[in-house]
């Protein structure tokens, strides 16, 4: 099993779902985070002062997959999420020891 | 000489003060937007506690220091016919407790006096409340409530006295603004703005910058909160300006129209400064102007036409918003620009009165550009000078007072985290549905079951 983890431009997220939902993925959960990379930060203007904001807001997009599906599914979010702009994000994948179903107690890929 | 009152006009005063008396909440959402979230609850409650202390100290013997008979001396006259008494003071036992003034005999101009106790009540309120704006997210809320009071007693009620007490109103003898010198202040450009105003800059100075000032963005963390801050202070200004004709009549209706267009064209001229200068009108600079404007306007709002004062607003419109950023060049942290915006506001509209005077207007007095030469100009001058300098050194002395005995800053740390836990233990913003699960409560509070449960687990280690 693999946590594939995106952060994406903020107004890419409802392309990056719908990609997802007729990719056949059936959840997924997301946070406001804020970050920089290679976008840096940018500079802002208030009551005539500048200042610059080194953190942005992004959305991180986090989906639990099966071995086999990881790769495809970092494949759709790239297409998805992609403007060609710098600040686009990243996507990474990393293994899950254990997965549990809290209501029902299973546990492993019939948790996903 | 025996005076009708007139239903009108106590209606109509008595119906302003209450508009006056909304204008500090809606300072304090005005303030209270302008801060970051952590401070919002503070700043809130620093207008709140003016209306406390100040409310309590009126009755007690605020508004007799203002409007008792004053405590002066004789000098020559400064014009034809003039007032040749110098009054300073208004005796604060002669009404103490408002003795005396619940009789029906007891009448100011054509209203019972107290529904002029009431109405400059709210003026004494909002004025300590307009000063907190230069120290926000720092200062101890003991420091600032005892600030309030001193400096309620020791400068607004002897200032409130020289500008608004008329001799033969409310006692024989008034203050020397307006009636020895005849300074034309309709409702409180010197008294209020720029006394509060030089005020908050006393403070700023003696309090020092808030951690991080200067370097890192302290941008309003609610903007829609500043936004109903400005409107209910725009509409809470009618009753503030127009009421000041303590009556129902021409005049009030002169200050009402002059308080709409003065601060409609100080909002164009500010956001216009904006979209020239940083490229984007903002909705912070829209409040700002509406501020500038009904500040520049109040002095002036019985002595100019509603052409005067659209210049009047609109000057004071760009004055105001290349005056915030001093503090950025000079390095006094005036938080949310109690200084860019009242003192200089403030002191725009009372010298401009020396300019756009109308004489047919209710003050009936030419200024400079309608031919009554430097007269009214060297007055509004003498006047607003003078508050300036008796408000910032008093205010000085007071808050250096208060630095030395119980202390104005909070810790590094309380500020850093945020004053509203460290001063009130409660947060603005309880928006997280985490805090709820359990109880309201923010940090987990075990029981002695818990304890002991937690020790015969070894969870405790």
Known sequence: MKLVTAIIQPEMLETVQKALVRHGVGGMTISEVSGYGRQRG?????????????????????VLVDDDEAEALTGVIVQAARSGQVGDGKVWIVPVDTIVRVRTGESGSTAI | MILEISAGDTAWVLTAAALVLLMTPGLA???????RAKSVLNMIMMSFISMGTIGVLWVLFGYSMSFGDS???????????????????????????????MSPDSVAGTIPTLAFVAFQACFAII???????????RASFGGWTLFTILWGVLVYFPVAGWVFSFDGMTAEHGGWIANWLGALDFAGGTAIHINAGISALALALVLGPRIGFGTKPMRPHNMTLVMLGAGL????????????????????????????????????????????????????????????????????????????AIFVGAIA???????????????????LDVVGVHFVGGMAGTLLIGLFADPDSPAGVAGLFYGGGLDQLWRQAVGAFAVMIYAFVVSYLIALLIKKTIGWRISPADELSGIDLAEHSEAGYDLSPVYYTNKVQRTLVLTKDDLDEAAKTGASK
């Not at chain 2, 004025?127 to 997210?137: E, M, W």
Request: glycine share 14%; proline share 2%.
């Open chain 2, 29 to 35: 959402f005005f303030y209270g937007g302008m801060v």
């Open chain 2, 317 to 335: 419109g760009v004055a105001c918003a290349y005056a915030v950023g001093l503090k950025y060049k000079l390095g006094y942290d005036d938080s």
């Open chain 2, 71 to 101: 405590l002066g001396f004789e000098v020559g006259a400064t014009s034809d016919g003039g007032v040749t008494y110098f009054g300073l003071l208004g005796n604060p036992f002669q009404f103490a407790g408002l003795q005396g003034l």
């Open chain 2, 233 to 308: 202070l725009w509409f809470g200004w009618f009753g503030f300006n127009a009421g000041s004709a303590v009556a129902a009549n021409t005049a009030a209706s002169v200050a009402w129209v002059n308080t709409m267009v003065a601060t409609s064209a100080a909002m164009l001229a500010w956001l216009l400064v904006e979209k020239l200068r940083d490229g984007h009108p903002t909705s912070l600079g829209a409040a700002s102007g509406v501020v500038a404007g009904l500040v520049a306007i109040t002095p002036a709002a019985g002595s100019v036409s509603p052409i005067g």
């Open chain 1, 42 to 62: 940018h500079v802002e203007v208030y009551r005539g002062e500048e200042y610059t904001i080194d953190f942005i807001t992004k959305v991180r997009l986090e």
């Open chain 2, 127 to 137: 004025a300590a409340a307009l000063v907190s704006g230069a120290i926000a997210d």
